[in-house]
Every structure is written in structure tokens, then in C-alpha cells.
């Protein structure tokens, strides 16, 4: 089982919809989940962060993070097609300071 | 304010030769990491400092890698006889401390031919 999971997608919704983005990790000491987005040809962004159980909202971002189940999520609310990009997410695992990324899942937003 | 910055942008150099790529971190993050990202691929981690010491050079390739770090701040990652398999762009990262957020510079598009 590969440490960080994400589907590569593409993931495809229309302009305005609910995008739901999805990232399981494999150790349970896991502590940071952060998520980043990439343009094609461009460097990746930092989005959201996320440290708790429960969610985080910032804008038309919501992190969510369920350490239970060791998923953690990012919900994109009226989506833009300016929002289509890769999506990574990236997790901390407990006693490390060297975050383990995702391979990514590609968003299309389509008008 | 600044963000972490890189030089060059683009690099294209032939086999054999010696690269050094810059980076200039978020002033008074103490902690920068070097990855590699090839066509289409994910992030490749490479190396990390805190400070000016790397505690953790695991994902470094091949013993013609090396990246040291000055002052706590401005870091060289230098590639010494280059292979085209080193053809990637490679990516600098700072966070204000180890295990924070990561912002990351606009990265070095290297090209061997």
C-alpha cells in the first residue's frame, strides 16, 4: 500500500458544482495533511492545511480530516474552470519533517 | 511579502558539465527542502535542511548530488557531471519550521542534452 493515495483522475464536474477531492495515508501517527494545487507547467500552491479531526474552511475551501479512518478530504464549492489544475495532498507522518506526497488528481472544471 | 525565489529558471546544459541551482528562501524560515519533479511525474524529495545543517539527504540520486546551505538562508543543490536522466525541474521549498506548510519557489527547469 502506497503511504499517500490519491486518485489521478481526471476528475471532471461543471462550472459551479462541488468538487470532492479524496487522499487516504497509511500511517496512523500521521499529524500534518496539507493540500496544494499545480498548474500545469507551474509550481505547486499551498491551499489549505489541516492539523484536527473535523473540517476547515477557508473560502470556497473546506479541508476535511477523519484520522479514524485516515482519509483526508478537499471539497472546492462553486467550482471555476479557473480551479482546473493537479491536485496534491501531502501528509506528515508522526516524527518526521519530511512530508510524503500524493501523485496527484487532476481537476477539470468545465464550463 | 518575497517568496522563496530560484535561479535560473531555466537551465539546458550539456552532459558531463557541473550545474548550481539557487534558492532563496521566505525570510526566517529555518527549514527548506529540495525536491524534483520530472514530466508528469509526483515530487521527488531530495534533501532538507534546518539551518544550515541536512538532516535528511536520503533522496539524493547518486553521490554527483550535493546542496549545501549558507547563513541560514540561501541554498546551492549542484549536480556534478550531468546525465540527461537529471532532466527535470527541480523545486525548492521553505517553511517557517519543520513539519509547517511548505510554500514553494517557481523551480529550475533543467535540461541536459
Known amino acids: 500500500q502506497k503511504e499517500v493515495e490519491q486518485n489521478s483522475g481526471p476528475l471532471s464536474v461543471p462550472e459551479g458544482a462541488i468538487a470532492s477531492l479524496n487522499c487516504t495515508y497509511s500511517d496512523r501517527g500521521s499529524q500534518s495533511f496539507f493540500w496544494y494545487r499545480q498548474y500545469s507547467g507551474k509550481s505547486p500552491e499551498l491551499i489549505m492545511f489541516i492539523y484536527s479531526n473535523g473540517d476547515k474552511e477557508d473560502g470556497r475551501f473546506t479541508a476535511q480530516l477523519n484520522k479514524a479512518s485516515q482519509y483526508v478530504s478537499l471539497l472546492i464549492r462553486d467550482s471555476q474552470p479557473s480551479d482546473s489544475a493537479t491536485y496534491l495532498c501531502a501528509v506528515n507522518r508522526g516524527g518526521s519533517y519530511i512530508p510524503t506526497f500524493g501523485r496527484g488528481t487532476s481537476l477539470i472544471v468545465h464550463p | 511579502g518575497a517568496g522563496v525565489s530560484q535561479s535560473p529558471s531555466n537551465k539546458v546544459t550539456e552532459k558531463g558539465k557541473d550545474v548550481e541551482l539557487r534558492c532563496d528562501p521566505i525570510?526566517?524560515?529555518?527549514?527548506l527542502y529540495w525536491y524534483r519533479q520530472s514530466l508528469g511525474q509526483g515530487l521527488e524529495f531530495l534533501i532538507y535542511f534546518q539551518g544550515n545543517s541536512a538532516p535528511d539527504k536520503s533522496g539524493l540520486p547518486s553521490d554527483r548530488f550535493s546542496a549545501e546551505r549558507t547563513g541560514g538562508s540561501v541554498s546551492t543543490l549542484t549536480i556534478q557531471r550531468t546525465q540527461q536522466e537529471d532532466s527535470a525541474v527541480y523545486l525548492c521549498a521553505s517553511s517557517y519550521q519543520p513539519s509547517y506548510e511548505q510554500y514553494f519557489g517557481p523551480g529550475t527547469r533543467l535540461t541536459v542534452t
Open positions: 525570510s526566517g524560515h529555518t527549514a
